[in-house]
C-alpha cells in the first residue's frame, strides 16, 4: 500500500475504544480461540504530527508505550511512507494493565492518527492483523460488538444488530499482564463453548439482551476455572440485588463488570457502583460506562 504525500508537514488526531474486559472467550472444536469484544465509552486519544526528515524517528512515546511504538513503526512499512519524524502525544483515561484492552486502544488510536495524518483511512480487519501481530488483540477496530479471533484479528461474525449495555465496572487495584494471561483455554471445554456462541448467535437473533448478558455470565463462570477473578466472587451473589441482567470479566482475571439493559440501565448501573463499591477490595476503581448502541433498532 504505497501513499503518495506531498513533503510538508501534517497532523492528525484519532482515537479508539478500551473495554471492559470482553462478553465471552473460549476456543472452539478444531482449536479456533475466539472473543465477543466488549467495548466502552472510553479509550484512548492520540495525535500524531509529522515532517519530513532523512530517516523515521519517533517522540512522544513513553518506553511503557513500546505496544503504539511498535505499531508505527509497523504502519510506516505498510502505507510505504517516506523518511519522518513524527511526534506523538497520547491521552487515555484507560488503567494500564486492567483487562481494559488499553494497549490496543492505543495501538488502534495511533496508527488511525497517522494514516488519518496521510489521509488514509485503514479498514478495520487490517488495523486487526497489525494489532495481533504485536500481541494478542481486542476486537476494538469493529463496530459494535465484534466476535474475533484474537491470535489473528479476523472477524468471525457479522451481527446486524447487538444489545447494549450499561455497565456498573469494577476495576482491580492489582496489575497483570494481560496480553499473555488468560489466553490458554482449555481445549476439552470446546464443545461447550461452541454451544455459547451458537446461544449468543440465537440471542442476536431474537433481539434478547438478557439472554446475550446470560451468556456473558456463563463465559466468565467457565473461564473462573482455571483463571479465578477475584470480584467476580464478590459480585456473582449480588447480580439479582442490584437485578443486573449478567457478568462480564476481563478474562485474564482482572476487570469485573455488572451488565444492565433496557430504559433504565444507566441509572441501574450507577445505583449498582453505589451499593457494591463499599463491600468490595480496598483500591477498587468503580465506573459507569456503555457498550455502542446498534445502528439497527
Avoid at 470482553?22 to 467495548?39: I, S
Avoid at 466502552?40 to 518506553?63: E, K, Q
Avoid at 483500591?283 to 446498534?294: E, F, Q, R, W
Wanted: proline share 6%.
Amino acid at each position: 500500500m504505497q501513499v503518495t504525500t506531498q513533503a510538508r508537514p501534517r497532523a492528525a488526531i484519532a482515537s479508539a475504544a478500551g473495554t471492559c474486559g470482553e462478553l465471552a472467550q473460549g476456543v472452539l472444536p478444531g482449536g479456533q480461540r475466539f472473543h465477543v469484544t466488549c467495548p466502552i465509552d472510553r479509550g484512548s486519544r492520540v495525535s500524531v504530527r509529522t515532517a519530513p526528515a532523512s530517516r523515521t524517528t519517533i517522540a512522544g512515546l513513553s518506553p511503557a508505550m513500546w505496544k503504539a511504538r511498535r505499531a508505527l513503526a509497523l504502519a510506516v512499512e505498510l502505507l510505504e511512507l517516506s523518511p519522518q519524524r513524527i511526534v506523538v502525544e497520547h491521552a487515555s483515561d484507560l488503567p494500564a494493565a486492567r483487562g481494559l484492552a488499553s494497549s490496543t486502544a492505543d495501538v488502534v488510536a495511533t496508527v488511525r492518527a497517522l494514516a488519518a495524518a496521510h489521509d488514509v483511512e485503514l479498514d478495520a480487519l487490517t488495523l486487526a492483523r497489525l494489532a495481533a501481530s504485536i500481541e494478542p488483540t481486542d476486537g476494538v477496530m469493529f463496530d459494535g460488538l465484534a466476535v474475533v479471533d484474537q491470535l489473528t484479528g479476523a472477524r468471525l461474525r457479522r451481527w446486524a444488530w447487538w444489545p447494549q449495555f450499561h455497565i456498573a465496572m469494577f476495576v482491580p487495584r492489582e496489575q497483570r499482564e494481560t496480553g499473555r494471561s488468560g489466553a490458554p483455554t482449555d481445549p476439552r471445554h470446546a464443545t461447550e463453548y461452541a454451544d455459547l456462541l451458537d446461544c449468543l448467535d440465537r440471542a442476536v437473533g431474537a433481539r434478547d439482551a438478557e439472554a446475550f448478558a446470560a451468556q456473558a455470565t456463563r463465559s466468565s463462570l467457565l473461564n473462573d476455572v482455571a483463571t479465578p477473578n477475584r470480584l467476580l466472587a464478590e459480585l456473582l451473589p449480588a447480580l439479582d440485588l442490584v437485578g443486573g441482567a449478567g457478568l462480564c470479566v476481563g478474562h485474564s482475571g482482572t476487570v469485573c463488570g455488572v451488565l444492565f439493559a433496557g430504559a433504565h440501565a444507566s441509572e441501574a448501573a450507577g445505583q449498582a457502583v453505589g451499593d457494591l463499591l463499599p463491600a468490595l477490595p480496598h483500591g477498587t476503581i468503580a465506573d459507569v460506562v456503555a457498550t455502542p448502541a446498534s445502528p439497527t433498532p
